[in-house]
């Protein structure tokens, strides 16, 4: 095992009480859920990624460091006797630090760890939730000493993307990266970086800590979202009676409800009823009568652009619009 050299920062912050489309011309995102459904079928993959592209040493989750120094003010005993509760991976000062999963940040501070620590809020669908064994539909992500953040709290970022880089902290310098399944852990301070450690004699996972590696390739593995809310397949269409003048297509399954749906504005004369906009002005081919497009007892056509509406059986066409 590695020896690793902690400087008095690390031991005083890690251990201590100081740390802490189909197109539209009219297409928008809908704030409210669609209500009912049409058939269409697709399979999308949820995307999750390493912290950094790899490391140079690597101290694993869930075990005790006899090689580490110093002692911890929070649990009262020397940091060689307590439970890792994260991975610690080495890499150079200002390597690129980026977000394992799409999610929202939480938290964004200077903490003294040395540096600063990132906590980021990941929403699982149930494939996720069941490739990580657990039962709660959200998982948190933290990364310590840290340097040059690039996200603040309450950003959205997807997987993948820089939020900071690596804590120049000489021969030591590495990356502290934690996966659990609670924002703030039970522990110490009550604080969401959290103490770094859990008790001697413990098992990490007990406090919600999830093996972080792990973790990752568990998700990476994990079939995403092929539904959005209301079981709506991908690429299909429902309606909201809030906004009986659109029709709202599933195109992003997995993210927030207000941002699964695109809103596709229904042709002039048109509502969305059940699962798509119907009704009023009916397409009837590019010809001038509705009757030779075999709809029957169409009275009128709508023509000079393409396609050429009609009207249902019994209205007329008034001021370009069935009446």
């Known amino acids: 095992m590695r020896f690793l050299i902690l400087t008095l920062s690390l031991l005083a912050a890690c251990a201590s009480d100081d740390a802490f489309d189909p197109t539209s011309t009219s297409a928008s995102t809908s704030t409210a859920t669609p209500t009912s459904t049409s058939s269409a079928s697709s399979s999308l993959s949820s995307a999750w990624t390493q912290p950094t592209a ?18 911890s003010t929070c649990f009262g005993r020397p940091l060689n006797q307590l439970v890792h509760s994260g991975e610690d991976w080495g890499n150079a000062a200002g390597t690129a630090v980026r977000a394992i999963g799409a999610g929202t940040v939480v938290y964004a501070a200077f903490a003294n760890y040395p540096g600063s620590v990132i906590v ?3 929403d699982l669908n149930a494939s996720e939730r069941s490739a ?8 948190y992500s933290m990364y310590g000493h840290l340097t040059g953040v690039l996200v603040s709290t309450g950003q959205q970022v997807a997987a993948g993307q820089q939020i900071a880089s690596v ?3 000489l021969s030591n310098s590495h990356l ?3 996966v659990r399944t609670l924002e703030v852990p039970q522990l110490c301070q009550f604080i ?5 450690y859990t008790n001697t004699g413990t098992d990490a996972r007990s406090y919600g800590y999830l093996a972080p590696l792990g973790s990752v390739n568990a998700l990476a593995g994990a079939v995403g979202p092929t539904t959005c809310d209301n079981n709506v397949p991908v690429g299909s269409t429902a309606c909201n009676p809030a906004d009986p003048v659109a029709q709202f297509v599933c195109t992003s399954p997995g993210l927030p409800s207000s941002q699964q749906w695109t809103r596709q504005l229904c042709p002039a004369g048109q509502t969305c009823s059940g699962t798509h906009c119907q009704g009023g002005l009916q397409a009837c ?3 001038l009568f509705c009757a030779a497009n075999q709809i029957p007892g169409a009275s009128a056509c709508l023509s000079g652009t393409q396609p050429v509406f009609c009207c249902a059986p019994g209205h007329t066409i008034v001021n370009g619009a069935c009446s």
Request: aromatic content about 14%; proline content about 9%.
């Open 285 to 287: 081919g590019f010809g």
């Open 192 to 196: 969401p970086p959290g103490p770094g």
């Open 120 to 122: 980021i809020r990941h």
């Open 54 to 71: 790899g490391y140079s040493w690597r101290i694993n989750f869930n075990i005790v460091n006899p090689y580490v120094s110093g002692n």
């Open 167 to 169: 804590l120049d902290q």
């Open 176 to 178: 502290h990266w934690e």
């Open 132 to 139: 990580l064994g657990v039962a709660g539909s959200q998982i």
